[in-house]
């Protein structure tokens, strides 16, 4: 399913953006019949300096190449942050395109010893938020995080993803503007469009969301989740690129309560394991060692 959007990535961004924006954090008095969210096409062009056809024709895909100052006097207007400004001025025409060589996504091996030996819940994600490798604490910590998943799509689609976050609402908003961001021009990635897509037709929260047109990064920060076994656990969370990777890690505050949990978490991953192993058939021609 390709996205919609892509053959004017421009408009749908001016137009998402100017009805996020209210009259009244735009300076304009209430009053009226408004039948629209947010600011009026007329509005946006009277503040931003412009013609309102001219920004009519920038919705409408008609002019894709406005100058570096209208460029900068929408952004004003719309009220983006640093993020969203570059996003913006990334949406023209006159920024080249480069070829794109995306190379396939692999876990060095260097990287599968290096997550063996951490001790605290460690995993690969791809650029689309695929699970491509994790160690036992990760998985410990939620089997969502096992290779194969998706980070989102188990987030939006997963009951038990859901109840596992503190705040489900923010980190959807999280997830989903940190998808946009990361797509970028690669709008035709065949795997950024099966994902869009299966999302799209399955999930109300994620178009609601993919409308917005948010960008955001989604890199360290601190968040808190609920595990079945060891309760409540605050952890921090860092990414680490690593060639066209990214390695995620997960870790408390040292000898706090989650620190204490997470190691119980720990201990109990060893035991199913030991426990596992020891109620695994033996291979025929073995025997138990005495």
Do not use: C
């Not at 919609?4 to 996020?20: F, K, V």
């Not at 066209?244 to 720990?266: F, H, M, T, W």
């Amino acid at each position: 399913m390709k996205d919609p959007e892509s053959g004017n990535r421009l408009g749908s961004y001016l137009r998402a953006r100017r009805e996020l924006v209210s009259p009244a954090q735009a300076g304009i008095p209430p009053g009226g019949n408004r039948r629209v969210p947010g600011l009026r096409r007329e509005e946006v062009a009277l503040l931003a300096g412009i013609s309102p056809d001219y920004y009519l024709r920038l919705e409408r895909g008609r002019d894709t190449n406005p100058s570096p100052q209208v460029l900068a006097s929408l952004a004003r207007v719309l009220q983006l942050d640093d993020i969203e400004r570059a996003y913006l001025f990334g949406l023209t025409a006159t920024r080249v395109k480069a070829p794109r060589h995306t190379r396939p996504e692999h876990v060095p091996a260097r990287v599968h010893e290096l997550l063996a030996h951490l001790p605290i819940p460690a995993f690969v994600e791809g650029r689309a938020f695929d699970v491509l490798a994790s160690n036992s604490m990760a998985v410990a910590l939620s089997p969502r995080l096992s290779p194969g998943h998706n980070r989102l799509r188990s987030l939006l689609l997963d009951p038990e993803e859901q109840a596992f976050h503190h705040d489900w609402t923010k980190a959807t908003a999280e997830f989903v503007a940190a998808l946009r961001t990361t797509v970028g021009d690669d709008t035709d990635d065949p795997r950024f469009v099966e994902l869009v897509g299966e999302l799209a037709l399955s999930s109300q929260r994620f178009r609601t969301l993919w409308a917005r047109h948010d960008v955001r990064g989604l890199g360290g920060g601190t968040t808190t989740v609920h595990h079945p076994v060891v309760g409540e656990l605050r952890l921090h969370r860092d990414k680490l690129p690593i060639d066209n990777v990214i390695l995620v890690v997960y870790y408390p505050d040292k000898n706090d309560d989650s620190d204490e949990k997470l190691r119980l978490l720990a201990a109990l991953s060893q035991t199913d394991s030991a426990n596992t192993a020891h109620d695994s058939p033996q291979a025929p021609g073995t025997r138990s060692t005495p």
